[in-house]
Antibody, heavy 118, light 107 residues
Framework: EVQLVESGGGLVQPGGSLRLSCAAS????????MNWVRQAPGKGLEWVSV???????DYADSVKGRFTISRDNSKNTLYLQMNSLRAEDTAVYYC????????????WGQGTMVTVSS | EIVLTQSPATLSLSPGERATLSCRAS??????LAWYQQKPGQAPRLLIY???NRASGIPARFSGSGSGTDFTLTISSLEPEDFAVYYC?????????FGQGTKLEIQ
């Protein structure tokens, strides 16, 4: 079965760090464009970051310099290292596959909640 | 970045009625537009890609149209399970922006 399963969310203080994981099954992470998308409580979807199949990365301006996307090919897992967290980073974080064939995010994880609060 | 504007923000209809949702881009995205459905507590689900192609397992009552800057998602006859929030997303440029969403609610 093709699926993504996120983990690693939780409560963290402002200025703190957290690492999210996204384990893939049924397909190879390194052969695809993999993304993180977040959704603040009661709000819409915001694209956060991408790692291309070649390994290059890109970030939304709101997280550039604070977040780092990476992958472990041996574990078929995607990561998001989040540093210098702010209250406005509070959101559900989803990982999603960007299908090159369908030009859309065709596989999504169930999401993991990150709360930044003192 | 490309801004996507969805209208209306909320659409109140009854089961069996036809729903028409709009998405307008601030510049041309060609046909690189997708539609997603999101229900409370769930991840978004891909409905339509490349403006008019239904994703796997999506019922035929969902259809998409448009190109350039103006796009439409149509649900021909609403089923109870269709009441949800719908987002459009462009895949023409980075960042991959989303519209703000249209909430389809039961009248």
């Amino acid at each position: 079965e093709v699926q993504l399963v996120e983990s690693g969310g939780g409560l963290v203080q402002p200025g703190g760090s957290l690492r999210l994981s996204c384990a893939a099954s049924g397909f190879t992470v390194s052969s695809n464009y993999m993304n993180w998308v977040r959704q603040a409580p009661g709000k819409g979807l915001e694209w956060v970051s991408v790692i291309y199949s070649g390994g290059t990365t890109d970030y939304a301006d709101s997280v550039k310099g604070r977040f780092t996307i990476s992958r472990d090919n041996s574990k078929n897992t995607l990561y998001l290292q989040m540093n210098s967290l702010r209250a406005e980073d509070t959101a559900v974080y989803y990982c999603a596959r960007d299908s090159i064939a369908r030009h859309a995010f065709d596989i999504w994880g169930q999401g993991t909640m990150v709360t930044v609060s003192s | 970045e490309i801004v996507l504007t969805q209208s209306p923000a909320t659409l109140s209809l009854s089961p069996g009625e036809r729903a028409t949702l709009s998405c307008r881009a601030s510049q041309s995205v060609s046909s690189f537009l997708a539609w997603y459905q999101q229900k409370p507590g769930q991840a978004p689900r891909l409905l339509i890609y490349d403006a008019s192609n239904r994703a796997s397992g999506i019922p035929a009552r969902f259809s998409g149209s448009g190109s350039g800057t103006d796009f439409t998602l149509t649900i021909s006859s609403l089923e109870p399970e269709d009441f949800a929030v719908y987002y459009c997303q462009q895949r023409s440029n980075w960042p991959r922006t989303f519209g703000q969403g249209t909430k389809l609610e039961i009248q």
